[in-house]
């Protein structure tokens, strides 16, 4: 049983399109996170839900707007997607906030737009 | 702005050699250092945690060393092994959220 896992793994778009990506833990945790990780693997945290409340929105564009409908699901979704916008997108989970050093990360999506 | 700052950017170690990686850090509430091995096409996974009041942690080849008055970390990989070839994050957090070095690729030789 995958612990964090997303779909889909690879999502390939033209500029200009919206798309969705989701994320579901089956590991009981309460908080969920989205990070991004670039080209020269830089992971940066976007976003951070515990309990389904948004903790943590860092500078990242408004066309990004995470959803979370329960504690084991966060779904991001992106409108006008850009060049920029292509990276690798992981989700992960933590028991709760004060274990956050304790990540369990997805196998991450794949995201090229053209 | 990088937050933990990160080296070296990639190393290369033949097997059975010591794999060192160096780390330092600013923000004084950071008070848990994780340190994050990535295959390549997978996600991070948790390798092995130090708290500040420890100097030193060992779990089986792995071993963080921990300078609090230098604000400075280090993981060293003994025996290192292809299977190691990885790239390792340092991270540290003030207990809400995570902030990850730059990432060191490290390639072991047979």
């Not at chain 1, 908080?31 to 990242?60: H, P």
């Not at chain 2, 970390?73 to 957090?93: E, K, N």
Request: net charge neutral; proline share 5%; charged share 20%.
């Amino acid at each position: 049983d995958t612990a964090v896992s997303q779909t889909p793994k690879y999502l390939v778009t033209q500029m200009g399109n919206d798309k969705s990506i989701k994320c579901e833990q089956n590991l009981g945790h309460d908080t969920m996170y989205w990070y991004k990780q670039d080209s020269k693997k830089f992971l940066k945290i976007m976003f951070s839900y515990n309990n389904k409340e948004l903790i943590i929105n860092e500078t990242v564009p408004n066309r990004f707007s995470p959803k979370s409908p329960d504690k084991a699901h966060l779904n991001l979704h992106i409108n006008s997607l850009e060049l920029g916008d292509s990276a690798v997108y992981f989700c992960a989970s933590s028991q709760d906030v004060e274990d956050s050093y304790e990540q369990y990360f997805g196998p991450g999506t794949r995201l090229t737009v053209t | 702005q990088q937050q933990v700052k990160q080296s070296p950017q990639s190393l290369i170690v033949q097997k059975g050699g010591i794999s060192i990686i160096n780390c330092a850090y600013e923000n004084t509430a950071f008070d848990y250092f994780p340190w994050y091995q990535q295959f390549p096409g997978k996600g991070p996974a948790l390798l092995i945690a130090i708290r500040p009041d420890v100097s030193e942690k060992k779990e089986g080849r792995f071993t963080i060393s921990f300078n609090k008055s230098a604000k400075q970390f280090s993981l060293h990989i003994m025996d290192s092994q292809p299977g190691d070839s990885a790239t390792y994050f340092c991270a540290a957090t003030p207990g809400y959220k995570l902030s990850f070095g730059a990432g060191t690729t490290v390639t072991v030789r047979a």
